[in-house]
């Protein structure tokens, strides 16, 4: 069965300060797909990245970075400098892959809400 | 483009009543989510459907239950209600899936349907 743990329930930070939302994952396919979302107060989920299990090549996006190592199954999220907009709950995913691409059935974290305090 | 339509956006219950809750997905995609967010609870996968047809089923009582129409959009119905189905009912939709190889797993989601059970 497939698990994404998100340790971290909240996290209060200062404005430009860095911040890291760890992510943890189990799953017993090769295949696999690892998400982040964001949701903002009015209640939709933002997609903000995808990574499949075959590239653990780290990405960097403006002031948001990930980093996703295989051998500890951690797909972590790095806002820097943040911003007060950043203010949200933040869920980290999983999927199964599939011969004809990603099963978009998603199991989520529990999520990380962050406060970035001006 | 318009993006995940979900109505209503607000609906209060008794316990025992039914909920039906509507979604439309982004145009050219196929394949349905409904997730559950209950507090305390996190996302929780409820139903898939693709191209018509009920893909899979997340670990929810036969009184949730839902379709997809023939042009894609979906509704999901909630009978007997009880206080615990109380929550924010998310609606997301994807690329063509099954057989078109095309679908990367990125889901797009409404901004939700607060259902309150009273």
């Known amino acids: 069965a497939q698990k994404v743990t998100q340790a971290q329930t909240e996290i209060s930070v200062v404005e430009k300060e860095d911040v890291t939302l760890d992510c943890v994952y189990e799953?017993?396919?090769?295949?696999?797909?690892l998400f982040w979302y964001k949701q903002p107060p009015s209640g939709e989920l933002v997609f903000l990245i995808r990574?499949?299990?075959?590239?653990?090549q780290n990405e960097i996006s403006g002031r948001y970075s990930w980093n996703f190592q295989k051998s500890t199954s951690s797909f972590n999220f790095t806002i820097t400098a943040s911003q007060v907009v950043d203010s949200a709950v933040y869920f980290c995913?999983?999927?199964?892959?599939?011969?004809?691409?990603?099963?978009?059935?998603?199991?989520f974290g529990k999520g990380i809400t962050l406060s970035v305090r001006p | 483009e318009a993006g995940v339509t979900q109505s209503p956006t607000h609906l209060i219950k008794t316990r025992g009543q039914q909920a039906t809750l509507r979604c439309s997905p982004i145009?050219?995609?196929?394949?349905v989510y409904w997730y559950q967010q209950a507090l305390g609870l996190g996302l929780q996968f409820l139903l898939w459907?693709?191209?018509?047809?009920?893909?899979n089923r997340g670990n929810f009582p036969p009184r949730f239950s839902g379709r997809q129409f023939p042009n894609y959009s979906s509704e999901l119905n909630v009978n007997a209600l009880e206080l615990e189905d109380s929550a924010l009912y998310l609606c997301?939709?994807?690329?063509?899936?099954?057989?078109?190889?095309?679908?990367?797993?990125?889901?797009?989601f409404g901004e939700g349907s607060r259902l309150t059970v009273l």
């Open positions: 997301a939709s994807s690329q063509p899936g099954l057989a078109g190889g095309k679908n990367t797993g990125e889901l797009f």
């Open positions: 799953t017993r396919d090769t295949t696999y797909y």
């Open positions: 990574r499949n299990s075959f590239d653990e």
């Open positions: 995913a999983l999927s199964e892959g599939s011969k004809t691409g990603a099963n978009s059935k998603l199991t």
């Open positions: 145009s050219g995609h196929t394949s």
């Open positions: 459907y693709d191209e018509g047809e009920e893909r």
